[in-house]
């Protein structure tokens, strides 16, 4: 088995469960079995394996941001857990730990910030396989006619500006090792409007074409 190769449950599995500590394969030493209790396969029997990846999540300081953390790290993988809010990144590096999660603060509206960021990570960290772009918010309820034009400015630069930023700085690299995989967000209000949702409404549509675009470009 490689180094670097991590166990999850396979077929046969009774009952796989998600579990956030790291207990040593007892039969592989350099892998590690995410299995449930109960079982019937032998540890380190299992046939279903991944090598260990490397997954950028931005928004990742709450929400789903935080769960894909939680659910990546006990997979066995490593997680760039990127947001604003720093000391929640802290936290959530400090609960799964520091070797799995590097906490990166990070707003994506910030391009030339975005644009240095493959350059900056550390090596461990610098191949990003999985890019989540999680990254979103909503904002005000009232009418068009009233609405804080400077709100729609934020939310446009964040949810879909701030998407393509992060996007670009990444893609060179995945389509450079012929493999990568894009995950784009978006909000459910644009199938289920909302009085006063009204910017928000429109970013799910521009965000449904990017995935297959991404993997055309990055499957070659």
Known sequence: MPNGTWFVPGAFCQRPTVIRTRPRCRTQ?????????????????????????????TGASSGFGTAAARRF???????????RR??????LARELGPEVVLPLTLDVRDRASVERLPAELPPDFAAV????NNAGLAL???????????????????????????????????VARGRGHVVNLGSIAGTYPYPGGNVIELMPVSQSFAPFQVQRGASR
């Not at 720093?86 to 936290?91: A, M």
């Not at 396989?129 to 989540?132: C, R």
Request: glycine share 10%; charged share 20%.
């Open 73 to 83: 790290a006990a997979l066995g993988d490593r997680v760039i857990a990127a947001a």
């Open 86 to 91: 720093t000391e929640r990144l802290t936290e």
């Open 29 to 57: 030493g350099k892998a590690i079995c995410y299995r449930g209790g109960g079982c019937a396969v032998p540890p380190g029997r299992c046939t279903r394996v991944h090598p260990v990846r490397t997954v950028l999540i």
């Open 140 to 174: 005000g309820l009232e009418p068009a006619q009233e609405a804080d034009v400077g709100q729609w400015e934020q939310m446009i630069q964040t949810n879909c500006t701030g998407l393509v930023y992060v996007t670009r700085a990444f893609l060179p690299q995945m």
């Open 129 to 132: 396989d999985i890019l989540v």
